[in-house]
């Protein structure tokens, strides 16, 4: 809001376009600076004059409505009047639908996201895929974006050949029922320990996952028994991160699918022999070849995520395409984008890994292959546990506490991960990310009922035909904001403008700040305003201001999946 006004203000006087003046604006590092920056570093060669030269003459120039503009050095500082823009700020915040914009214009986003594989546990990755995701998610639809979730399944590949393999020798019916994690993890665990000396393990696998390509009865209903059992555990994962998918398309769906991408790789030429093998030469673009199929003439990863790209551009209507896939798969994704681009399909263009560093667990990396593992739902558990540990101390009475220590719990650790710029290694303590005092789900739980206990309060003073803001003289304003108030108020004017730029980066981490900005300010606001102060315009306006932020912490938080008690 205050960039537009600013850029209303500059514009005439300097020869740039809107966009150039908008990247170039600052937010001074204190209020004394004023409420918007403009460097002039820029404009010095142009009009060969020094940049202090060139604010001062600029700063001269401005005529505009409740603006004082300043030179300082290079920069030109910008005062609006709080009084009167104020008003027009209230006024953005409580007409036009608060977070709502329209950049997305119903254009279809496929976002692939959590993606976990069958017969394995649902490792840490798929977590920050799930929680990236389901931001993400939130964010495009909050944008005017039609976002499309979809999940991944690794359903499919040479592992079942190997689970089944293992299952037939040492499985056991009940336990896969009871714990199917764990056990299919026990059966992989043992199938590599066992393949070091048995030198036919491997081929009987090899063998399994070739019958059940063909389709064999017996392979298909093994599989699909894993396949259910896995996702039973998946689900209930799901249910407490509160994630739901718009489709839940495994590898598998893409059997039948690939066979035609292989005859367009090949009628176009792209595909060559190697050792066997078939592949797509990559090296001109410095890249290692693309495996398309084996040897054995099985497919592999490659060639599924060939067929899904199609898929979802030509039968799904994709605009754009996300896969929200750990660093680790980077060249997965170059090569099968370059593939694409070589058979010509230019929306390529439109596909994007967003990709994310490794989590560690209190400095614990998560591994399969040895089954060392940390359990997802034990640390769920234990967020939980710990959520509810502190509200005994604090707050025992409290009603619905169960609920509460589970929304506080799961919150803790989504915002402990959203927090992070996604493409950084996040070292994960629990004991940090539910420390109700520093940056964490918590403590913006906890300032958002601050804002409602604060809002029930001034209900009880003021009944029907209290003053609402249109009784507000434009004088009291500022009086009635103060430093901290004014601050709140432009911060909260800034959420589609963070939105936005949370998109263009595919960042929630850009919100996770902004709202943290958010709860910060309000609570120096808190600080330094009686709110609920004995004087009715200025109680109007104050609580007016807390109504309009607990509105965006609710709105930003829920799009986090961050759940908002009314009490804690
Ligand atoms: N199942 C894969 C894994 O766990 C992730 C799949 C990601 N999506 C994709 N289209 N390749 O590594």
């Known amino acids: 809001m205050l960039k537009e006004w600013a850029l209303e203000a500059i514009q005439p006087h300097v020869n740039l376009s809107a966009e150039e003046i908008e990247g170039l604006f600052e937010l001074p590092p204190s209020a004394a600076m004023g409420d918007m920056a403009f460097p002039c570093y820029m404009l010095a060669k142009e009009y060969r004059k020094s940049p202090q030269a060139i604010a001062e003459t600029i700063a001269n120039l401005i005529d505009m409505k409740g603006v004082k503009a300043q030179a300082t050095g290079p920069y030109v500082n910008l005062f609006f009047d709080r009084n009167y823009y104020a008003i027009k700020m209230f006024e953005v915040l409580q007409h036009s639908k608060f977070g709502q914009t329209n950049i997305g214009q119903g254009k279809k986003v496929i976002i692939d996201m959590s993606s976990p594989n069958i017969a394995k546990p649902f490792g840490i990755g798929h977590l920050r895929s799930t929680m990236i995701g389901a931001a993400l998610y939130k964010m495009y639809q909050t944008a005017g974006y039609e976002p499309i979730s979809i999940n991944h399944l690794g359903d499919w590949g040479t592992q079942f050949g190997k689970q089944i393999t293992a299952f037939k020798r040492w499985g056991n019916d009940e336990a896969l029922k009871e714990n199917p994690i764990q056990e299919s993890l026990r059966l992989y665990v043992r199938f590599h320990e066992e393949a070091e000396n048995d030198a036919f393990l491997d081929p009987e696998a090899r063998n399994w996952f070739r019958l059940l390509e063909y389709g064999d009865e017996e392979a298909l209903r093994l599989w699909r028994y894993f396949v259910e059992v896995s996702m039973q555990e998946f689900n209930r994962m799901y249910e407490r991160l509160d994630v739901t998918f718009d489709y839940v398309l495994g590898e598998s769906f893409y059997n039948d699918k690939m066979e035609k991408v292989v005859k367009e790789l090949e009628d176009k030429g792209l595909l060559e022999e190697s050792e066997g093998a078939k592949v797509v030469r990559l090296e001109e673009l410095g890249m290692p070849p693309c495996l398309i199929m084996k040897s054995d003439g099985t497919t592999i990863y490659p060639t599924r995520d060939l067929a899904t790209a199609f898929y979802r551009h030509d039968v799904l209507k994709a605009d754009q395409i996300l896969y929200v896939v750990g660093g680790e798969q980077k060249l997965h994704f170059q090569q099968v984008f370059a593939v694409l681009d070589k058979m010509g399909a ?87 990310a539910l420390n109700f005092d520093g940056e964490t789900g918590p403590y913006l739980q906890y300032t958002y009922t601050r804002t409602q206990s604060i809002l029930s309060k001034s209900l009880i003073l003021d009944q029907i035909g209290a003053m609402n803001l249109m009784d507000i003289q434009e004088g009291m304003y500022a009086e009635a904001l103060g430093d901290s108030g004014w601050n709140l108020l432009k911060l909260l004017n800034r959420f589609n403008e963070q939105l936005k730029r949370g998109i263009q980066n595919n960042e929630p981490s850009v919100l996770a700040r902004f709202v943290l900005d958010v709860a910060q300010a309000f609570n120096h606001f808190y600080g330094n305003e009686r709110i609920l102060s004995e004087e009715e315009h200025l109680r109007t306006v104050r609580v007016t201001l807390t109504r309009l932020t607990g509105e965006a912490l609710q709105r930003t938080m829920n799009i986090l999946g961050l759940r908002t008690p009314n009490r804690m």
Not at 358 to 373: A, D
Not at 389 to 405: G, H, M, R, S, T
Not at 415 to 432: C, M, T
């Open 346 to 432: 230019e929306w390529v263009k439109d596909c994007t890994h967003v990709h994310f560093g490794l989590m560690k667990f209190e400095g614990k990396k998560m591994s399969t292959r040895r089954g060392k593992i940390v359990y997802l739902e034990e640390v769920l558990d234990e967020a939980v546990a710990r959520a509810l540990q502190v509200i005994e101390e604090k707050n025992p009475e409290l009603e619905d506490k169960y609920q509460v220590a589970k929304d506080v719990g799961i919150g803790a650790i989504i915002f402990g991960d959203l927090k992070n710029n996604r493409v950084n290694e996040v070292d994960f303590s629990l004991e940090d």
